[in-house]
């Protein structure tokens, strides 16, 4: 059995002085080292050693594929100094790939948390390539003013689940260089953080993402978003997604793709500020479940929704409650439209004007 000590950080510095691996002859036994390699630390060699490269028949002159996978993200804060606590929530088994440093200082700061007598005012981040999750990273910091993310080219983060969830105090995120490529679930990214005015995602690349559940839950505050660049192609769940969003007036998803969609429930509920919405987009075939879907929108004058079907049992009344009683005269039922049979008995068809 090969020693684990072959791909030592010693050996990785003699590999970068071109000596060791290149000795081993047998191309047969070099990748035998390499495939148990992990291979953060296979390109740490290669990319130092063109011989290497050329045994391997490799190009990496870029290094994107290391970058993509293997590259630290690196994430500022700013920091509310009146207040003190968790500034990121990391998991005991994922420590050692934060490296934490307060203000300017060279020194990494071994904790996840600061007291009262700190006085940070800015808090560096640098992350390792071994975490793939940022499930609840920042959820329920409350010390947070905003977060820049400075470098991010990595694309193996698969899961952004309640990442801000109830960061109270959070005016601003930075997401120029934020990657989404491979993100599935984004449900209750941003929930409760009722200070945010404006979310600016339009470089989140959404294609691979099921679940939207409650994304803006409770963003009160929220007064400007921009979607224009969602696929929302592989939606399963948008349930809540604009819950309790009341400052928003206008809201632009007419590029939404909801043929996957199977739950609306609460979409927009208490949305109150809205005045008009554009559905005619809308695809709701595979949707078993929109009550309550505009509760409370007592501004709404103006809803653009070629045809909405509803199941028999969801009362029309309570997907509109809260809607003035101008706007529900707008809404029109209609018995025919479907041609198969079996959507004909649970279904009925809702058009507004």
Known sequence: ????????????????????????????????????????????????????????????????????????????????????????????????????????????????????????????????????????LFAFCKCINSISFKKFHRTNITDTVKMFDTCLLLKEIDFSNFNTDNVTEMSYMFSGCSLLKELVLSNFNTNNVTDMRCMFYGCSGLKKINLSNFNTSKVIYMNGMFHGCKSLR?????????????????????????????????????????????????????????????????????????CSDDFKKKIKILDKGFNNSDDKSNKKNCIIN
């Not at 088994?93 to 005012?121: A, L, Q």
């Open 250 to 322: 206008e809201l632009n998803v007419s590029n939404f793709n909801t043929n996957n969609v199977v739950y609306m429930t609460n979409m927009f509920f208490d949305c109150s500020s809205l005045e008009k919405l554009d559905l005619s987009n809308f695809n709701t075939n595979k949707v078993i479940d929109m009550k309550r879907m505009f509760f409370g929108c007592s501004s709404l004058k103006v809803l653009n929704l070629t045809i909405l079907k509803i199941k028999n049992e969801d009362n029309l009344d309570d997907i509109f409650t809260g």
């Open 1 to 136: 059995m090969i020693s684990e000590n072959i791909y030592s950080n010693e050996n990785i510095q003699k590999a970068k002085s071109k000596v060791y691996f290149e000795n081993i002859k047998s191309d047969f036994i070099l990748k035998k080292i390499f495939n148990i390699m992990k291979k953060n630390k296979f390109l740490d060699i290669i990319k130092y050693n063109k011989k290497l490269q050329k045994r391997f028949n490799l190009s990496i002159n870029d290094y994107k594929d290391y970058f993509q996978l293997y590259s630290p993200i690196e994430i500022e804060l700013e920091i509310f100094r009146y207040n003190h606590g968790n500034f990121i929530n990391i998991s005991n088994d994922e420590k050692e790939y934060y490296h934490i440093y307060f203000d300017d200082s060279k020194e990494e700061i071994k904790r996840n948390y600061f007291n009262k007598d700190d006085y940070v005012k800015n808090i560096k981040i640098i992350i390792d390539y071994q975490v793939k999750s940022f499930n609840e």
